[in-house]
């Protein structure tokens, strides 16, 4: 996504449940994805296991943006700001998870989790999982990340260049 960012507007679950973010990811080429500067990535913590998917909505500013510098006054900056957003076009992608991971994966994570107590530390293995925004769209990876140098990390999901 060169020379755009994605400003993240909300990401609904299948449960319905809605979240309003206002998070933004930049545009970048670096040479892995992981340091990708358009990557977001989540960690859950419980037991809870993963979504069926999740529906992202987004609109795409330019990058670098306005600066607050570049105007008489903050009024001035706010009212450019709103101008320019209200003529973006929100994009939604859905982006399916659950399918894309091998339960295995899934069950390796949960376990692992079920054998530290609250508030002992973290589990030997934790499933992550990226989401990178691209010039077709939203891409999916994800890990399991493992703290023992004896455990085998195992990754999966689209290829990003």
């Not at 990876?141 to 085998?152: E, G, I, M, V």
Request: hydrophobic share 30%; net charge neutral.
């Amino acid at each position: 996504m060169e020379g755009r960012s994605a400003d993240i507007r909300a990401i609904t679950f299948p449960s319905e449940k809605r979240m309003i973010y206002g998070l933004t990811v930049t545009g970048g080429r670096k040479p892995n994805w992981r340091h990708a500067v358009g990557t977001t990535e989540g960690m859950s913590g419980d037991t809870r296991g993963v979504p069926e998917w999740l529906d992202f909505e987004w609109r795409e500013p330019s990058y670098p943006g306005l600066e607050p510098q570049d105007f008489p006054s903050k009024e001035a900056y706010s009212k450019a700001v709103s101008e320019k957003y209200s003529k973006l076009t929100t994009k939604t992608q859905r982006v399916f998870i659950k399918s894309r991971i091998p339960p295995e994966i899934v069950h390796e994570a949960i376990e692992s989790r079920l054998h530290v107590q609250k508030g002992q530390g973290l589990p030997e293995k934790s499933l992550w999982i990226y989401f990178v925004w691209t010039d077709d769209g939203i891409k999916f990876r994800w890990d399991l990340y493992c703290t023992k140098p004896a455990c085998a990390m195992k990754e999966g999901g689209d290829e990003i260049n």
